[in-house]
């Protein structure tokens, strides 16, 4: 595939999915909209698709002889986009905090860069040779994760000794995973749709239709 044709699919995929990372970070039901939920959205949207632009562009030899990515360049490339997105994370969050505050944030921020950035593309990494149901369902579980390590921030100690919460948390887990839900899934299609090395033939021109 030309530098130009694989430039266009990445663009495609890359601003739906900047828009779609943005809209769906606004709508989490547990905390009043604000515009540093679209910028941590954008973050995340841009730092998996980087993982995926890395790792075709170092595989290229490999895809041009229908050959899967590395073990390697998959994790590699899978923990430069953890990097990324949790270097964005902690830049887009609060300032001013004391240290043991900044500290539980930063190891916040990496566990949720990892679940996102690490999971998605190991997943993604699968996609020659899984089914597509397995995709979808691992699409799904990974948002769901990472909304059980983003809820706690919402509550204190104090909440976990009412037993109104263990009957509440459950609930709120799953209105706040839909969203994230949303964003994953559509990513996929995104995917689906314009990863230059989606399938073998599209990367090799026999195919600009998504694989089935």
């Known amino acids: 595939m030309s ?7 990445y663009t495609k995929m890359g601003i739906c999915s900047l828009l779609v990372g943005m809209a769906t970070s606004l709508v989490y039901p547990i905390a009043i909209p604000d515009p540093i939920f679209m910028v941590r959205g954008s973050i ?3 730092s998996l698709m980087f993982g995926v632009v890395l790792t075709n562009e170092l595989s290229r030899a490999r895809l041009d002889l229908r050959q899967q990515p590395a073990p390697l360049v998959k994790d590699v490339s899978s923990l430069a986009a953890s990097f990324a997105c949790w270097a964005g994370l902690v830049v887009s969050g609060p300032g ?3 240290w043991t505050i900044q500290r539980n944030l930063f190891l916040h921020e990496a566990a949720l860069a990892l679940i996102w950035c690490f999971g998605v593309g190991y997943l993604y990494g699968k996609r020659f040779n899984t089914t597509r ?3 979808i369902l691992g699409f799904v ?3 769901i994760i990472a909304t059980l390590v983003r809820l706690p921030r919402y509550f204190g100690p104090y909440d976990l000794t009412q037993p109104s919460f263990y009957f509440i948390a459950p609930f709120l887990a799953f209105l706040t995973s839909l969203p994230a839900i949303a964003f994953a899934l559509a990513w996929l299609d995104f995917a689906r749709r314009w990863d230059p090395a989606w399938s073998f033939d599209r990367w090799n021109g026999k195919s600009g239709l998504p694989s089935q």
């Open 3 to 9: 530098a130009a044709a694989r430039a266009a699919g």
């Open 44 to 46: 995340l949207a841009l």
């Open 96 to 98: 001013h905090l004391n």
């Open 133 to 135: 149901t397995r995709m």
């Open 141 to 143: 579980l990974i948002p």
